[in-house]
T-cell receptor
Framework: GAGVSQTPSNKVTEKGKYVELRCDPISGHTALYWYRQSLGQGPEFLIYFQGTGAADDSGLPNDRFFAVRPEGSVSTLKIQRTERGDSAVYLC???????????????FGAGSRLTVL | QQQVKQSPQSLIVQKGGISIINCAYENTAFDYFPWYQQFPGKGPALLIAIRPDVSEKKEGRFTISFNKSAKQFSLHIMDSQPGDSATYFCAARPPGGSQGNLIFGKGTKLSVKP
């Protein structure tokens, strides 16, 4: 597609429930990133995929958070046993990966707003 | 050491004026410093970026000034327009970090008054 697509745009759930958030990156982008943005804060890095594998998951806050990208395109962020503190906008970004370029330009989606009641 | 501190939290500028947003960091090994612009309901979009071996970079009305010794960098928006009203985030990439592992500041909400 033309941009990074995230669904759902809004999700309201109850504490303790399981949630899945989907990201459809720009076609051809091999790198995919998940960030979390709490109200009034900057985005906080969660995980980075290069192809199908998680190249850096150092930002995942705990083992309730998990992400997959089985075919190297669409990614799903999974949150188990949701807590009120998980309420935030979850942003996905993708980029072309150019080894040795020093920096890749991230294109962000509009995000999925998660509210845990 | 891994923080990026951004100021001010909010900024009001008259149309045609200069908007200046500042960021400071502690870790001298950060190696890439982008600025992102975010409109309500949208994801952040890369505006301009700089590497620490350059002291200034200009793209149109947007300029980054980088002071390596002071560990500070700033965004200058010349001839500010109402369409520039958005939240701006500075960011930095930590050493050894993956390509997308950016540390963001808390953001500056800019309002440009007509």
């Amino acid at each position: 597609g033309a941009g990074v697509s995230q669904t759902p745009s809004n999700k309201v759930t109850e504490k303790g429930k399981y949630v899945e958030l989907r990201c459809d990156p720009i076609s051809g982008h091999t790198a995919l990133y998940w960030y979390r943005q709490s109200l009034g804060q900057g985005p906080e890095f969660l995980i980075y995929f290069q192809g199908t594998g998680a190249a850096d998951d150092s930002g995942l806050p705990n083992d309730r958070f998990f992400a997959v990208r089985p075919e190297g395109s669409v990614s799903t962020l999974k949150i188990q046993r949701t807590e009120r503190g998980d309420s935030a906008v979850y942003l996905c970004a993708s980029s072309l990966f150019r080894r040795g370029s020093g920096a890749n330009v991230l294109t962000f989606g509009a995000g999925s707003r998660l509210t845990v009641l | 050491q891994q923080q990026v501190k951004q100021s001010p939290q909010s900024l009001i500028v008259q149309k045609g004026g200069i908007s200046i947003i500042n960021c400071a960091y502690e870790n001298t090994a950060f190696d890439y410093f982008p600025w992102y612009q975010q409109f309500p309901g949208k994801g952040p979009a890369l505006l301009i970026a700089i590497r620490p071996d350059v002291s200034e970079k200009k793209e149109g009305r947007f300029t980054i000034s980088f002071n390596k010794s002071a560990k500070q960098f700033s965004l200058h928006i010349m001839d500010s327009q109402p369409g520039d009203s958005a939240t701006y985030f500075c960011a930095a990439r930590p050493p050894g970090g993956s390509q997308g592992n950016l540390i963001f500041g808390k953001g500056t909400k800019l309002s440009v008054k007509p």
